[in-house]
Each structure stands twice: as structure tokens, then as C-alpha cells.
């Protein structure tokens, strides 16, 4: 019997999230690195981790965290804090209202929102501001 496997971490999460997300939000991408889309405004997804819940010789059940991070590039600080709020609280309402794609995940829920990142993405910008999401969510994937 031929060992098969089900691809799960971007098409069934990934890209499905971007999807969503890019229903409302422009320069929406799927990468481990940062990449400048040339705007003021753009969100990256990843998937930076996976664990294993349960396994049987049928099936398996992981928990995948996905770091959403929202990228917004503006010199007046006072503008930017509140743009960046108001877009992270419409941006975390868009995802979880689907805390749940029939066959991709279930379970979605955002363990936690970074505020003001700093990281080798904006050292040398001292406008832009870096906002990551959190997001846990689950994949039961059955062996064909």
C-alpha cells in the first residue's frame, strides 16, 4: 500500500486565511520573510508552528499557529496609532468570524495581539508599524 499524505499548512490554512482577509485588505501575502508591496499597507501570513494532538493509524489532529502581521507605514504617530487600532480590531472581527472552514480548520481562536513590533523589518523605518495576531487553530487531516 502507497504511502499518501494531504497537503494542510497552505492550502488548507494559508491560503484560506488569505483569502478571507483579502475579501477586505489589499496586499495580502503568504511568506516566512517580509516583502515590501511598495504601499502603505500590507498583511503577511505564515504558519510558524505545528503540534501534534492526536494520531491514530487513521488519522491525525494537529494544532498549527499562524502569525498574521500587519504592516502600516506612516509618519505621523498619532495618525498611525490610531488607523493601526482601528484597522487590527476589523482585522481580528474578519477572522474570527470564521473560526471554522469545513475541511481546512476548525477551532480558530487568536491567543494573542503584539502591538508596535520591533524587528529587522522596520529598524531602519522608524514610521512603519509592525502589529502581529496570533492565531491557533486546529486541522483533523484522515489518511486516504
Do not use: C
Amino acid at each position: 500500500m502507497a504511502v499518501t499524505y494531504t497537503k494542510v499548512a497552505f492550502p488548507k490554512i494559508e491560503e484560506r486565511l488569505r483569502n478571507i482577509i483579502n475579501e477586505e485588505f489589499k496586499n495580502v501575502y503568504i511568506s516566512s520573510r517580509f516583502e515590501n508591496m511598495g504601499s502603505d499597507e500590507s498583511i503577511r501570513i505564515f504558519t510558524s508552528s505545528s503540534n501534534l494532538l492526536e494520531h491514530t493509524q487513521y488519522s491525525e489532529v494537529r494544532e498549527y499557529t499562524v502569525s498574521v502581521r500587519h504592516y502600516y507605514n506612516e509618519p505621523d504617530s498619532i495618525r498611525r496609532e490610531e488607523y493601526v487600532k482601528n484597522r487590527i480590531d476589523r482585522l481580528k472581527k474578519l477572522i474570527m468570524g470564521n473560526i471554522s472552514s469545513a475541511g481546512n480548520y476548525y477551532d480558530l481562536h487568536i491567543d494573542g495581539i503584539q502591538y508596535d513590533v520591533q524587528d529587522v523589518e522596520n529598524e531602519n523605518n522608524p514610521d512603519m508599524h509592525i502589529t502581529e495576531l496570533e492565531a491557533m487553530l486546529k486541522n483533523y487531516n484522515k489518511w486516504s
